[in-house]
């Protein structure tokens, strides 16, 4: 990984970035994803790479569907796992859920690839490598192969960084579907029961926590936590915040202190 200077103000994020193409080089990661990491990137400009409320309460809602669960399984692709894999790997012993790698551009080495950088952090059995069926109708894509010990016994599905078309998909089959996507606007977003609009590794982190917040809730709060979620009215709350965010800088362009700085230099 390069050398980042500690005092940097985007440590986090290139942190991030080096993960990502370390994980390419050794075929964890396709080209795709690097693509698609800095379309998330933008968003997570505009909310202001930080946990937002509307991301708050998505979050605590999710941890209550996970927790109540009776078979919940982590999709885990590329991205997410060069990203979060100790994340991936605490939140499932948290929540006794089955990991399984799912992927769009898939490979049985770069599935084995992911399998084994989780194991790396402590996964017990990961799914999904060769032990695929065709499980999920109506997508065309490698996405539709899935585990018979993973997905396809699922009743609660967590997937991040996500194509839309099969979390519409898994929703037809009837399975209750969590997502981590910062674009408020993607059929993912839309799609899901839940979305947590957020950066995967603050929003993974969050619901470890959450989940040990509520683990000794009776299944009756859980229940009324989740029934007073409405996650189009969440996504809704995202968008308003994005907006508003940008709207007060606008007024108050003193606060963009890194563009007034290169305004000053030029």
Do not use: W
């Not at 986090?12 to 964890?28: A, N, P, Y």
């Not at 998330?40 to 202001?48: N, P, T």
């Not at 790997?89 to 770069?110: M, T």
């Not at 977003?189 to 009776?218: F, G, K, W, Y």
Request: aromatic fraction near 4%; proline fraction near 3%; hydrophobic fraction near 45%.
């Amino acid at each position: 990984m390069s050398h980042i200077p500690e005092d940097h103000p985007r440590r986090e994020s290139l942190i991030l970035r080096e993960k990502l193409v370390e994980d390419f080089r050794k075929g964890i990661v396709v080209p795709q994803g690097l693509i698609a990491h800095g379309r998330g990137e933008c968003f997570d400009y505009l909310i202001g790479e930080k946990t937002i409320e509307p991301a708050m309460k998505a979050i605590r809602a999710a941890a209550a569907s996970l927790l109540m669960a009776s078979y919940p399984v982590i999709s885990v692709n590329g991205n997410s796992a060069a990203l979060a894999a100790e994340h991936i790997v605490r939140l499932s012993k948290a929540i006794d859920a089955v990991i399984e790698v799912n992927l769009f551009h898939r490979s049985e080495r770069r599935a084995r690839l992911i399998a084994e950088k989780l194991a790396e952090f402590g996964a017990r059995d990961v799914v999904g490598v060769d032990d695929v069926v065709e499980g999920v109708p109506g997508l065309s894509s490698d996405r539709r192969l899935v585990s018979s010990r993973g997905i396809l016994k699922a009743d609660v599905v967590l997937v991040m960084l996500e194509d839309g078309d099969r979390t519409e998909a898994l929703r037809r089959l009837g399975k209750f579907v969590v997502a981590i996507d910062l674009n408020p606007l993607s059929r993912t977003a839309r799609m899901a029961n839940i979305t947590i609009v957020d950066n995967v590794v603050r929003a993974l982190d969050a619901l470890i926590r959450e989940v040990a917040r509520l683990r000794n809730h009776s299944r009756g709060s859980l229940e009324n936590l989740l029934k007073g979620y409405d996650n189009r009215e969440v996504l809704a709350e995202a968008i308003r915040c994005i907006a508003d965010r940008l709207m007060h800088l606008a007024r108050n362009p003193e606060e963009i202190e890194v563009f007034e700085d290169l305004h000053k230099e030029l």
